[in-house]
């Protein structure tokens, strides 16, 4: 019998490899060995002009109506003006057609495969770098900037708890670079779990959200209604239904309502730091993680837990908490 030629061998190989690819992955474990192959040595990057409209939008989403001295109720802040803490999260929004979205309308471009495709955003780390050598002030994202990004897979790892089961916990870093330099270093951790049927999620009417009575320690409290979800999702370019769609969120997902964006939540902490301890600066860094969901119409409050001293400053462990459970928790410096 002839030995198939090295042409037609090669082609085998190329023909096998891609099916195996698109088969659906076995386990967790299968499915983050696809997303380091895909990813690994790769930094995507992309250039974007950090407009003052977004920003302005995203001010009158919090309910705020100046950034800095500006008032934005009428116009978008000045070309010059600091990006705010966290406010970055606004530009380098996701690419991509519709068709492209995963079915629960997130980007998928480090999605874990599917069954593993119920993301959440689970937490992250985000710093402010001083300027390189100390002596001059630290890079800034302002308005009217042409900024970089520069998007890294840093991780993919199978895992399981009892509650989940099995599920693969993603992590990237994405370095904003403006004129003066690497202004903001944002790493973010998502969670890809289990993909559920609809028909196995039970149909019973969901419960009405739950509002909080203020206790002793409130320093703010903080509502995010269905406008404000639909806003965010519009300024963040996310599609993912569990921030808009109540059916899809209470059917599939299992929630008993839409779901407020960790991102949104974050957001509102660094606003909380930056108007309480802040004295003007931005800070450092914020190491977050999110605890427990919120749900639009839910009434939280941010307030400060506690105030360490170090050698690199103050340490600020600030909590968002609904009924005393903690909904996010971060610590900023």
Known sequence: MSRPSCQASARWARQFSTSAHLRRPANAQDAASRLL?????????RRQLIDGNQLQKLSLTLGRTSIGPHDVTARPPPTGTPVPAGHHL????????????????SDRTY??????????????????????????????????????????LLSAEAKRSRSVGEMVLVEVVKELE???????VDRRSW?????????????????????TKQGPTVIEDVENGSKCLFRFSALTF??????????????VEGHPGVVVHGPLNLINILDYWGDIHGDGRAPNEVTYRAMSPLYAGD???????????????????????????????????
């Open 37 to 45: 192959d895909d990813f690994a040595g790769k930094t995507v990057s």
């Open 90 to 105: 606004v530009y380098f929004t996701p690419d991509g057609v519709e068709a492209q979205l995963g079915p629960d309308g």
């Open 111 to 152: 999605n874990a495969a599917a069954p593993f495709s119920r993301r959440m955003w689970a937490g992250g780390t985000m710093r402010w770098p001083s300027a390189a050598g100390g002596g001059g002030a630290p890079p800034v994202l302002r308005v009217g900037d042409e900024a970089e990004e520069r998007t890294t």
């Open 178 to 184: 403006g004129p003066q330099g690497v202004a903001v």
């Open 191 to 211: 969670v890809f779990r289990l993909e559920i049927e609809p028909s196995l999620v039970a149909t019973a009417a969901p419960e009405p959200p739950r509002r």
């Open 238 to 251: 996310n599609g993912h239904k569990i921030h808009y769609n109540e059916g899809w969120t209470t059917a």
């Open 299 to 333: 009434q939280y409050q941010v307030h400060t837990a506690g105030v360490e001293d170090g050698t690199d400053g103050k340490k600020y462990q600030i909590l968002a908490d609904k009924d005393g459970v903690v909904c996010m928790k971060a610590d900023v410096w």
